[in-house]
C-alpha cells in the first residue's frame, strides 16, 4: 500500500513556475515508476510526465515537454513536478500516480493515486 500527498498547486500569471511536491508513504516507494497527470474541468484525466524507479527514464506529453521536468528524490520517498513557462492551458487538478512497474503514460498503469493539487494559470 502506497499513499501519496500532493502539494505545491497555487494561482499564477502565465509564463510564471511551481514545484510540485508528491510524498509517498510506504518503504516500496523506491519500487514504484511514478507519474503526474493533470485534469482540466470537462476533459479526461491526461498523462503530464513518468519517471522509472531509479530516474534512469523520464517520459513528458508533448504539451509540456521542454516546460516541465519531473525528477525523484528516494531518500525523502518524493517526486516532484518542476513546471516552467506556465500557459493557461496547463490550468488543471494535478495527480501523483504511483504502483507501475515501468514508467507509463498509460493511467491504468498505476494503482495508487493522491488526492490532487490545483494549478490555476491565469493569462
Known amino acids: 500500500q502506497v499513499q501519496l500527498v500532493e502539494s505545491g498547486g497555487g494561482l499564477v500569471q502565465a509564463g510564471d513556475s511551481l514545484r510540485l511536491s508528491c510524498a509517498a508513504s510506504?518503504?516500496?516507494?523506491?519500487?514504484?515508476?511514478m507519474g503526474w497527470f493533470r485534469q482540466a474541468p470537462g476533459k479526461e484525466r491526461e498523462f503530464v510526465a513518468a519517471i522509472s524507479m531509479t530516474s534512469s527514464n523520464t517520459y513528458y506529453a508533448d504539451s509540456v515537454k521542454g516546460r516541465f521536468t519531473i525528477s525523484r528524490d528516494n531518500a525523502k520517498n518524493t517526486v516532484y513536478l518542476q513546471m516552467n513557462s506556465l500557459k493557461p492551458e496547463d490550468t488543471a487538478v494535478y495527480y501523483c500516480a504511483a504502483g507501475a512497474t515501468l514508467a507509463s503514460m498509460i493511467r491504468y498503469s498505476y494503482d495508487y493515486w493522491g488526492q490532487g493539487t490545483q494549478v490555476t494559470v491565469s493569462s
Open positions: 510506504g518503504r516500496t516507494f523506491s519500487r514504484n515508476a
